[in-house]
C-alpha cells in the first residue's frame, strides 16, 4: 500500500499481558515516529527512529515500553506487563524531510486502539 | 500549564459557516505551526503550515499566527459536512518532525 500501515487495528488485552503493535512505514522514508492519543490529550511522543541513527526515546514513559526498527523500514512497539493506564491509540508516522519547505512531512498510520482490561 | 492548548469542543456549526480554531502556546522559541485534520478512526492529515507569523490561504482554509500574542488561528470558510472532523494544532521550535508538540484538538461537526 502507498500509505503508513498500522497492525493489529484493534487489541484488547488483559492487565499484566506483553502488546506487540506494528508499524508499516511508507517505502523510502528512513524517519519514523511512535505517538500515544489519548481522549481530550494532544499526540504524546514516545520514540524516533531516523536511518540508522540511535533511535531517540526521550518520550518513552517507562521502562515497559521499547520499541526496534528492522532493517530501517518496520517497527514494532512492545508495552510489557500492561496497566490500564496504557489504553490509548498508538499512533506511527513516518516523514520524509520536504526541503523545498524546510520541514519534516509527516504521514500517520490509522492507528491501533489498545485496550487494557 | 500545558504548552500548546485547544478548546476540545465540540464545536457545531451549519454549513456554509465560517469556522474558527484557535490554539494558545506558552514557549516563545515556537516558529514552525502546523494544523492537522483528523477524521474519526483515521491518522492525522497535515492540513497545512506556516513559519513565523502572518497568514497564510490556500482555497477555504486560511492560517494565521500572531507570535505576539502566541495565538494562532485555522479558519474554514464555507463549511462543508466534510469538514467534520478532529482538527489538531501543532508547533516547534525547529522544523525537525520529533520535536513537534500538539494540541489536544477540536472536534468540529458541520451540520447539514
Known amino acids: 500500500g502507498a500509505g503508513v500501515s498500522q497492525s493489529p487495528s484493534n487489541k484488547v488485552t488483559e492487565k499484566g499481558k506483553d502488546v506487540e503493535l506494528r508499524c508499516d512505514p511508507i517505502s523510502g522514508h528512513t524517519a519514523l515516529y511512535w505517538y500515544r492519543q489519548s481522549l481530550g490529550q494532544g499526540l504524546e511522543f514516545l520514540i524516533y527512529?531516523?536511518?540508522?541513527?540511535?533511535?531517540?526515546k526521550s518520550g518513552l514513559p517507562s521502562d515497559r515500553f521499547s520499541a526496534e526498527r528492522t532493517g530501517g523500514s518496520v517497527s514494532t512497539l512492545t508495552i510489557q506487563r500492561t496497566q490500564q493506564e496504557d489504553s490509548a491509540v498508538y499512533l506511527c508516522?513516518?516523514?520524509?524531510?520536504?526541503?523545498?519547505?524546510?520541514?519534516?512531512?509527516?504521514?500517520f498510520g490509522a492507528g491501533t486502539r489498545l485496550s487494557v482490561l | 500549564q500545558k504548552e500548546v492548548e485547544q478548546d476540545p469542543g465540540p464545536l457545531s456549526v451549519p454549513e456554509g459557516a465560517i469556522v474558527s480554531l484557535n490554539c494558545t502556546y506558552s514557549?516563545?522559541?515556537?516558529?514552525?505551526f502546523m494544523w492537522y485534520r483528523q477524521y474519526s478512526r483515521k491518522g492525522p492529515e497535515l492540513l497545512m503550515y506556516t513559519y513565523s507569523s502572518g497568514n497564510k490561504e490556500d482555497g477555504r482554509f486560511t492560517a494565521q499566527v500572531d507570535k505576539s500574542s502566541k495565538y494562532i488561528s485555522l479558519f474554514i470558510r464555507d463549511s462543508q459536512p466534510s469538514d467534520s472532523a478532529t482538527y489538531l494544532c501543532?508547533?516547534?521550535?525547529?522544523?525537525?518532525?520529533?520535536?513537534?508538540?500538539f494540541g489536544p484538538g477540536t472536534r468540529l461537526s458541520v451540520l447539514p
Open positions: 514557549n516563545s522559541a515556537f516558529q514552525y
Open positions: 508516522a513516518s516523514s520524509f524531510r520536504a526541503d523545498h519547505l524546510g520541514m519534516d512531512i509527516q504521514y
Open positions: 501543532a508547533m516547534s521550535a525547529n522544523n525537525y518532525g520529533q520535536n513537534f508538540v
Open positions: 527512529f531516523q536511518g540508522n541513527s540511535a533511535p531517540d
